[in-house]
C-alpha cells in the first residue's frame, strides 16, 4: 500500500510513497519512547540548539523546500517559500522563548516552598492536514521538542514529499534519533497509533468531522488532545471603517492558498448602508487576481487541492446560487487540466443557505448584509464553527468590546486573521478545543507538577 498523489495542476499522478505497515509502525513508535528516555532529561539549551539548525536549512534551502508545497497541494511558489520562512521563525521563536514559558512558577501556601514545574509527557502524535504542510508540523513540534517531549508525524496522504522534507531537515540537522519522525499511515492505521500505550498526546488540525473521531479516540485512552478544526470565519464591516483597506485585506485573507485555510475571511458581513459600495469593491479586487500554474511568480490563486474537494465546492456555490445567492463572479466549474475553481464572489447569502452554514474550502466568498453592528454580531455568531474572526471599523473601543462577544477562538480587529507563533491559536464550539503557540501552547502537553516542601 502506498500514497498515490495526484497533481493538482495537472490532475496527473505525480509520484507514490509507501505507507507503514503494522511492524514498521511499532519500530517507529518504539523509536519515539526510547528517544524520550534521554530528551527529556537534555537541557533547554541542546534543544534549542536543534531548533536553531532546523531553522537554519530552512531558509537556506527556501526553494528546494517549498517546490513540494506547489506540486502536491497547488500552493503558489510565493506563499510556499513564505511558510517554509514562517516555519523557520515558529522554530527560531520557540528556541529563545520556551525556557520562560516554562519557567518554574513560585506559589505561596502553607508550605515552606511550593511551586509548579512543567514537565514532558512523552511521545507526542501530530495528525496533520495538507493544506499548509510546513507551517502546521512546526506549530506542533516545535513547542513540544521544546518541552522536553519527542514527535511522531502523521502527515496527510496528499503530502508525503513534504512530510519527508520536514523530517529530512530535523536528520541533517543532528536530531537523536527518534526525537522527530516520520510516521505514513494510512487513515485506517491511525487509531492504533492514538491507542499505543507510548504515546501520550494527541495534536490533530482537520476537519470537525475527523476532529470528533480522533478526540473520542483519544479520550477513550484518557490521553490529552489539542484539536484545530474547521471554520465559518466571519468579517464584520462597519460603515465608518477604511472601507478601501478592508477591502484589500478581506480579499487577501479569502484567496491565501485558494481560500484553502481555516482562518481565512469567508462570511463577510457588510453593514446595509455601504453594502453594495462594498461589494464593488470587493470584486474589482477579486477580478484582478490570476488564477494560474502555481510555479509561477505571477500567480495568485492555485488550484483547489483534490478533484472531490474541488466538486464539494462547487456544489456548495450551486446549491447557494439556487437558493437565491446573487453570483457577481465565478460560480462555474472550469473545463481543462487541474483543479482550478475561479474566484467567486456570492452576495445577498442568508444564514440558511449552504455557503453560510457549511465550511466553504476555496476561493470563495460570501457577501451578507447587516442592518447594524448589532444584527452584524448575532449573524457573526450564527454558526456552529468559532476560530477566527475579524472586526472592520474607526472605533476601535466598540470593537473592542464587540470582541468579547464574539464566539471565536481569536478576533482581528482592523488587520488579517492570522496565526504567529508569540500569540496562541485555536477555537471554540466545533472548530476544536486546546491552543497551538505562544505561551499556552506550549503548557498544552507538559506536566503541570505541583511541589509542596515542608520544613525537614
Same mark, same amino acid.
Given at each position: 500500500?502506498?500514497?498515490?498523489?495526484?497533481?493538482?495542476?495537472?490532475?496527473?499522478?505525480?509520484?507514490?510513497?509507501?505507507?507503514?505497515?503494522?511492524?514498521?509502525?511499532?519500530?517507529? @513508535?518504539?523509536?519515539?519512547?526510547?528517544?524520550?528516555?534521554?530528551?527529556?532529561?537534555?537541557?533547554?539549551?541542546?534543544?534549542?540548539?536543534?531548533?536553531?539548525?532546523?531553522?537554519?536549512?530552512?531558509?537556506?534551502?527556501?526553494?528546494?523546500?517549498?517546490?513540494?508545497?506547489?506540486?502536491?497541494?497547488?500552493?503558489?511558489?510565493?506563499?510556499?517559500?513564505?511558510?517554509?520562512?514562517?516555519?523557520?521563525?515558529?522554530?527560531?521563536?520557540?528556541?529563545?522563548?520556551?525556557?520562560? *514559558?516554562?519557567?518554574?512558577?513560585?506559589?505561596?501556601?502553607?508550605?515552606?516552598?511550593?511551586?509548579?514545574? *512543567?514537565?514532558?509527557?512523552?511521545?507526542?502524535?501530530? &495528525?496533520?492536514?495538507?493544506?499548509?504542510?510546513?507551517?502546521?508540523?512546526?506549530?506542533?513540534?516545535?513547542?513540544?521538542?521544546?518541552?522536553?517531549?519527542?514527535?511522531?508525524?502523521?502527515?496527510?496522504?496528499?503530502?508525503?514529499?513534504?512530510?519527508?522534507?520536514?523530517?529530512?531537515?530535523?536528520?541533517?540537522?543532528?536530531?537523536?534519533?527518534?526525537?522527530?519522525?516520520?510516521?505514513?499511515?494510512?487513515?485506517?492505521? @491511525?487509531?492504533?497509533?492514538?491507542?499505543?500505550?507510548?504515546?501520550?498526546?494527541?495534536?490533530?488540525?482537520?476537519?470537525?468531522?475527523?476532529?470528533?473521531?480522533?478526540?473520542?479516540?483519544?479520550?477513550?485512552?484518557?490521553?490529552?488532545?489539542?484539536?484545530?478544526?474547521?471554520?465559518?470565519?466571519?468579517?464584520?464591516?462597519?460603515?465608518?471603517?477604511?472601507?478601501?483597506?478592508?477591502?484589500?485585506?478581506?480579499?487577501?485573507?479569502?484567496?491565501?492558498?485558494?481560500?484553502?485555510?481555516?482562518?481565512?475571511?469567508?462570511?463577510?458581513?457588510?453593514?446595509?448602508?455601504? *453594502?453594495?459600495?462594498?461589494?464593488?469593491?470587493?470584486?474589482?479586487?477579486?477580478?484582478?487576481?490570476?488564477?494560474?500554474?502555481?510555479?509561477?511568480?505571477?500567480?495568485?490563486?492555485?488550484? &483547489?487541492?483534490?478533484?472531490?474537494?474541488?466538486?464539494?465546492?462547487?456544489?456548495?456555490?450551486?446549491?447557494?446560487?439556487?437558493?437565491?445567492?446573487?453570483?457577481?463572479?465565478?460560480?462555474?466549474?472550469?473545463?481543462?487540466?487541474?483543479?482550478?475553481?475561479?474566484?467567486?464572489?456570492?452576495?445577498?447569502?442568508?444564514?440558511?443557505?449552504?455557503?453560510?452554514?457549511?465550511?466553504?474550502?476555496?476561493?470563495?466568498?460570501?457577501?451578507?448584509?447587516?442592518?447594524?453592528?448589532?444584527?452584524?454580531?448575532?449573524?457573526?455568531?450564527?454558526?456552529?464553527?468559532?476560530?477566527?474572526?475579524?472586526?472592520?471599523?474607526?472605533?476601535?473601543?466598540?470593537?473592542?468590546?464587540?470582541?468579547?462577544?464574539?464566539?471565536?477562538?481569536?478576533?482581528?480587529?482592523?488587520?488579517?486573521?492570522?496565526?504567529?507563533?508569540?500569540?496562541?491559536?485555536?477555537?471554540?464550539?466545533?472548530?476544536?478545543?486546546?491552543?497551538?503557540?505562544?505561551?499556552?501552547?506550549?503548557?498544552?502537553?507538559?506536566?503541570?507538577?505541583?511541589?509542596?516542601?515542608?520544613?525537614?
Amino acid at each position: 500500500m502506498s500514497f498515490q498523489v495526484i497533481n493538482p495542476t495537472t490532475g496527473q499522478p505525480l509520484h507514490s510513497f509507501p505507507f507503514l505497515n503494522a511492524t514498521e509502525r511499532d519500530a517507529v @513508535i518504539s523509536a519515539s519512547a526510547a528517544a524520550y528516555t534521554h530528551w527529556r532529561k537534555t537541557s533547554m539549551e541542546t534543544r534549542a540548539e536543534l531548533l536553531r539548525r532546523v531553522a537554519q536549512i530552512m531558509r537556506a534551502e527556501v526553494e528546494s523546500l517549498a517546490l513540494p508545497m506547489v506540486e502536491e497541494m497547488g500552493k503558489p511558489i510565493r506563499e510556499a517559500r513564505g511558510e517554509v520562512i514562517k516555519s523557520a521563525w515558529c522554530a527560531e521563536h520557540y528556541a529563545s522563548h520556551a525556557e520562560g *514559558y516554562l519557567a518554574p512558577e513560585m506559589v505561596p501556601s502553607d508550605a515552606l516552598i511550593s511551586y509548579v514545574q *512543567y514537565l514532558p509527557i512523552g511521545p507526542v502524535l501530530g &495528525i496533520l492536514p495538507w493544506n499548509a504542510p510546513f507551517w502546521l508540523a512546526f506549530r506542533f513540534a516545535a513547542p513540544a521538542l521544546m518541552a522536553g517531549n519527542t514527535c511522531l508525524m502523521k502527515h496527510d496522504g496528499h503530502v508525503p514529499a513534504c512530510a519527508a522534507a520536514i523530517a529530512d531537515v530535523f536528520t541533517r540537522a543532528g536530531a537523536p534519533d527518534g526525537v522527530f519522525q516520520n510516521l505514513p499511515l494510512d487513515t485506517p492505521d @491511525i487509531a492504533a497509533a492514538i491507542n499505543d500505550e507510548r504515546v501520550r498526546a494527541v495534536s490533530f488540525t482537520g476537519s470537525d468531522r475527523a476532529g470528533s473521531i480522533v478526540a473520542a479516540t483519544a479520550a477513550a485512552e484518557i490521553k490529552p488532545a489539542v484539536l484545530e478544526l474547521g471554520g465559518s470565519d466571519p468579517v464584520i464591516v462597519l460603515a465608518d471603517a477604511d472601507l478601501d483597506k478592508a477591502a484589500d485585506t478581506i480579499v487577501l485573507s479569502r484567496i491565501i492558498n485558494a481560500g484553502q485555510s481555516c482562518i481565512a475571511a469567508k462570511r463577510i458581513i457588510i453593514e446595509q448602508s455601504i *453594502y453594495e459600495s462594498f461589494l464593488d469593491k470587493l470584486k474589482t479586487r477579486f477580478e484582478r487576481l490570476k488564477l494560474g500554474d502555481p510555479h509561477l511568480e505571477t500567480t495568485d490563486v492555485g488550484p &483547489i487541492a483534490r478533484a472531490d474537494l474541488r466538486d464539494n465546492l462547487h456544489r456548495q456555490v450551486t446549491a447557494s446560487i439556487e437558493a437565491g445567492a446573487r453570483c457577481l463572479l465565478g460560480g462555474q466549474m472550469p473545463e481543462g487540466m487541474g483543479f482550478f475553481y475561479p474566484v467567486t464572489l456570492l452576495a445577498d447569502v442568508g444564514p440558511d443557505m449552504v455557503v453560510s452554514c457549511e465550511e466553504t474550502f476555496g476561493p470563495v466568498a460570501v457577501a451578507m448584509a447587516a442592518k447594524d453592528a448589532d444584527e452584524a454580531l448575532r449573524i457573526a455568531n450564527d454558526t456552529p464553527y468559532g476560530l477566527g474572526a475579524a472586526i472592520w471599523t474607526a472605533n476601535t473601543a466598540a470593537a473592542i468590546a464587540m470582541a468579547a462577544d464574539i464566539e471565536s477562538g481569536q478576533v482581528a480587529i482592523n488587520g488579517i486573521v492570522k496565526t504567529d507563533p508569540r500569540l496562541p491559536s485555536g477555537g471554540t464550539k466545533r472548530s476544536g478545543y486546546g491552543r497551538e503557540l505562544g505561551a499556552q501552547g506550549i503548557k498544552m502537553f507538559v506536566n503541570a507538577q505541583q511541589v509542596w516542601v515542608g520544613r525537614s
